[in-house]
């Protein structure tokens, strides 16, 4: 249609009673707007930068905390797989199955997500170019699902720094239905000690030219305390930014649709 | 004021009346659409890949006929110099004097620039930070002069491409006002034999993301007709898309205004 | 100690006769040379671009094949894992286990590989900086295995293209043994139709400079007849050149070497 | 031949009487070791950052302290040209003309410094694919003048960070003699506070690497004190190490020298 959805909640699932506040808060503007809505949140961060880093509660806690979730919400649920072996388990509590960046290149979990049935969402590797996702849509294929979409979420630029490259969301949105990732494309790689920061006041710059570019959903990391995220805070956005942030991006995309599907 | 400002007009000077048909055209779209408009082109293309390439009247000849057009026409014109020496010439036929991108990190060209009094439009290097852009400003304020403004025309990505990072704007915006240059953006440089490529298809995706992403203005290079352009016209802007896309972006502008100004 | 050694064989095992092909082949050349030679190929490859690659025989019969190839030459025998729960089994066949580049961030992957107690060698991700390789060595020495090392092979430059800088391999000198990879440098990824491409006449170029840069292993695919092998064929090292290029980093290395060590 | 040669001297000419002790300390490291010098120094910094550097005595009084130097040492010199008005001058003082890397696109600056007769220096630019430097070559050759060679000096990479490519050796030698720039390439523009940043400590990892590759000359600004120098010292040789590095660089060159020739 052209209606713009949204992808948002938490990087990990730090409680289940807090991955409900995060899914109630959000579901609430959501619903204000107008604007379908997928919860987001990893039952286990599998390549922190440090061994020490926080990971979640493991495939099948989190499984079971997303199901219920799901449940209780009535939202659709996205999760990220990282073995080929968790897929068919995430399936139980997920809608859509996400592989991860580093991952968009690993030929058997991409199947294995594929065979589950539920939707996929691959996210770009920050080291591929974006006409070469024609290669995993490839893969997806053969599964027989047909169900997927792209996540842009920046390419390498030097080291330590993630360039956002808008040229892509066309490029990609030949192959599939376009996410944009407003909150990773920020993240500055391992720049901190141990853990990668970010730019979170680069959020809203991001997300309103690739919603001008031309995208299909846009993906956030949501937090209520970002400060106190146990991961990935560095560049979540502010829970009380999205409302505002959402009106303008509808705006954006209203005003930009008319030239998108006309071009 | 949150005007969005037009910069456009041919790459080079290719016959008097060239220039005087083009800044009609595009007059005539701004005049309706209410967008203030400076017309550009340049006397000579100082930095063509191959010697062969036609590089337009030259400073004398090139003054002469964009002051003829300035008084014809009523508009404001813009002109980029290349040697300190030229600055004061130009100066006699144009209203804006702009560094290229090159030339940018060149200290006498600025000063020389700056102390014509004329509106300097400093275009980012490809290979320069834009917080380093800071330096630029602070040798154009020695001279005085506070009427400038920065370009952003894309960063160096490996070979023969170049990438727009959106950040660079609000980056800039704190050190004056920008303006994006929506067709050099989508250079290739030098991928053709000879002559630098140019991808116009997407100039409609990075200019609507630009003006999301806040600017104050954009650049265009346009031609009625591209293909038989004596200078870039593999990344030129056919005339007949531009009032579509002023439409649009004009559009764009307005819904992310509220946001931009409130950050 | 200082001496050069050599990790070396085909990409994948395309079948048991040739693997002892190339093993025996490769050996005589290095024995010759005084040269460590550590026999290395793939029993599958997990993230070809396209779905249809030969993949090799799989877990179970590589190792096997890796085993005996290991009793048979005296060989000692690396090869790649790439799913935590392969880790064991690899182990039985290999005395080196390899973390790919794309997956040099997953935690439980090189855990696991750690917990082997066999050396392993991290690739360097093409979206890593040299100085992060620090988090990957600490994640391997809580495993309580000190060896390891780590394996230069170009990072993203753009699309579909990598750069390898030289300045990663004493960065990375300070954390671990640092191998070039000679083979997968030259690689161009994805560029070509559905599988990489590559530019195999710069392997001589890169593995001279890395050595005199200051390395203590090289690694290089090679292939007996590059244009039928099964995987990466287009950047891989035709024998008959190995001889020659070896004698070409010795010589280079002794050069380099009491300045290397002076530093 | 396959002689490698030296071009060195302070980057800036900063008294007559420092430049020829500067001259006379690096010719007796030369004469002693066979290797055939050029020296180098500017009259001009005409890029610095920042508008309050240190610029140089400028072009006459430059000229003719070069000229000075150049009778009573006996040595070629070298030195770097802005502005096509200006090479005639500087070719009274200097028998290699340098074309800056931000300038290697300035077709008129080119022309005039080709026109002269004097041998040509063009530094490729950050921005430059090392194959494009055919263009540069055909510009020069329109003026009758065969006496040119190539400068690398390092490619952008990301913001504020250069990576040498040391494919680009074998490529621009397929054009004309080339040179490494040791010293620039291990600059970080605009990184530290006005002024570009360096990483010295990385000359010698890029200088052997870049003889190993295969080069006809090297580049390095040698200084008798860096942390005085008053313009980049931040990436200067500090000239007690000029000796022994030179030493090292010619064993590597004759170990590499062979091969490269063969291929």
Request: some cysteine; hydrophobic content about 40%.
């Amino acid at each position: 249609s052209g209606k713009l959805f949204l992808i948002a909640g938490p990087c990990v699932i730090e409680s289940e009673a807090h991955v409900r506040k995060m899914a109630d808060a959000i579901q609430r503007i959501t619903s204000g707007l107008g604007v379908p809505y997928i919860f987001k949140a990893s039952y286990d961060k599998a390549n922190r930068t440090s061994v020490e880093s926080f990971r979640g509660p493991g495939l099948k806690e989190g499984t079971a905390i997303l199901r219920r979730l799901a449940e209780a919400t009535g939202l659709p649920v996205l999760t990220d797989v990282h073995e080929p072996g968790h897929c068919e388990i995430a399936a139980e509590g997920a809608d859509v199955l996400q592989i991860p960046a580093f991952l968009c290149r690993q030929t058997d979990l991409i199947l294995a997500a594929g065979r589950t049935g539920r939707a996929v969402n691959v996210k770009k590797g920050q080291f591929v170019a974006p006409w070469d996702m024609k290669h995993t849509v490839g893969k997806l294929q053969t599964t027989g699902n047909n169900r997927f979409f792209l996540t842009e979420r920046g390419a390498s630029f030097g080291y330590n720094n993630l360039v956002v490259d808008m040229r892509s969301l066309p490029i990609m949105r030949k192959l599939a239905p376009v996410v944009f990732d407003g909150t990773h494309s920020v993240q500055t790689p391992s720049a901190a000690n141990g853990v990668s920061g970010g730019q979170p006041e680069f959020i809203p710059v991001l997300t309103r030219a690739a919603v001008a570019a031309g995208v299909d959903g846009i993906f956030l990391e949501v937090h209520d305390n970002p400060a106190e995220a146990k991961s990935d805070g560095a560049n979540a956005l502010d829970l009380k930014y999205l409302h505002g942030l959402l009106e303008t991006l509808l705006a954006i995309h209203e005003a930009a649709h008319a030239k998108v599907t006309a071009e």
